[in-house]
């Protein structure tokens, strides 16, 4: 098992600050030996990472991270080592980011609605490329003084509670593990620690996820306590799953959110970087 592995992050392709090869850079620097891109519904970062890892001591994989939807609560389940050109990979994430466009654009009208320049900030917001998120907007929102930060944008306007939030109606957790599964690729629990749901709720998504085809759960997260690994540990025996390990790294800077973070993983479990 390599020593440093990231099978978790993010690039100008999604909602992360840094193009894909400047990631790569920074994964050499930090002597990462196996990293995933795995933006949120985009392949489009994986060629320019991926050509940038070419004849490094990197390992490179092909990943990404599909938004779903299960029980009225969003979650993520990571895909890696798939066929980014797929044919119902790509079909699924084409829908995936129409939606993300039109959430954008009616969050900035209820922005507007509130006084504030909704249609600069959406423009903002998509000009940025990629996969739009809420991030793209809280951005904006920062850039013109509308809030001190990304977390305050959130607070005040796009989180759930928040005077601009808008709902998804994500594709159901089942299709999103299917369309990993059908690419090739190995479907992953994505931060179970992160989803707003008591135990045996979370025991429950992971049943779901596990007979829609899902193979393992992160179990080492840049940003989890002692008590969230140990959690998950659990659930990665009970449901017979392999344990992904990864920083969700999004921008340099953020110390809970090292790139190529090296954690062990609890005893018991079997790592999921054994299989890719």
């Not at 895909?79 to 939606?99: F, M, S």
């Not at 996969?131 to 013109?144: K, W």
Request: neutral net charge.
């Amino acid at each position: 098992m390599p020593e440093r592995i990231d099978l978790h992050t993010h690039s100008l392709a999604s909602d992360g600050t840094l193009a894909p090869a400047a990631l790569i850079r920074l994964a050499l620097e930090r002597q990462v030996e196996l990293l995933a891109l795995t933006d949120h519904d985009t392949t489009a970062g994986l060629a320019e990472a991926r050509a940038a890892a070419a004849g490094t001591p990197l390992r490179f994989l092909d990943g990404i991270e599909l938004t779903a939807g299960w029980r009225g609560r969003e979650i993520h389940v990571v895909g890696l080592q798939l066929d980014p050109d797929d044919a119902g990979l790509q079909q699924h994430v084409a829908g995936v980011h129409a939606q993300r466009h039109a959430r954008v654009q009616a969050m900035a009208e209820k922005l507007t609605q509130k006084g504030l320049p909704g249609a600069s900030l959406a423009a903002t917001a998509l000009a940025a490329g990629g996969s739009p998120t809420r991030q793209h907007l809280a951005r904006a929102l920062v850039a013109g003084g509308h809030a001190i930060d990304n977390e305050a944008a959130f607070a005040r306007w796009l989180g759930r509670k928040g005077a601009a939030y808008v709902p998804a109606a994500w594709p159901a957790l089942e299709a999103a593990v299917e369309r990993i599964v059908a690419a090739g690729g190995h479907a992953v629990l994505a931060h179970p620690h992160r989803y707003q749901c008591s135990a045996g709720q979370l025991r429950e998504l992971c049943a779901a996820f596990k007979a829609a085809g899902g193979t393992a759960i992160e179990v080492s997260l840049a940003g989890m306590g002692q008590g969230d690994t140990t959690r998950c540990a659990a659930l990665a025996r009970r449901f017979d799953l392999a344990a992904s390990v990864g920083s969700d790294f999004h921008e340099p800077g953020l110390p809970w959110r090292p790139l190529g973070r090296a954690a062990k993983l609890p005893d018991g479990l079997r790592p999921l970087s054994a299989a890719l």
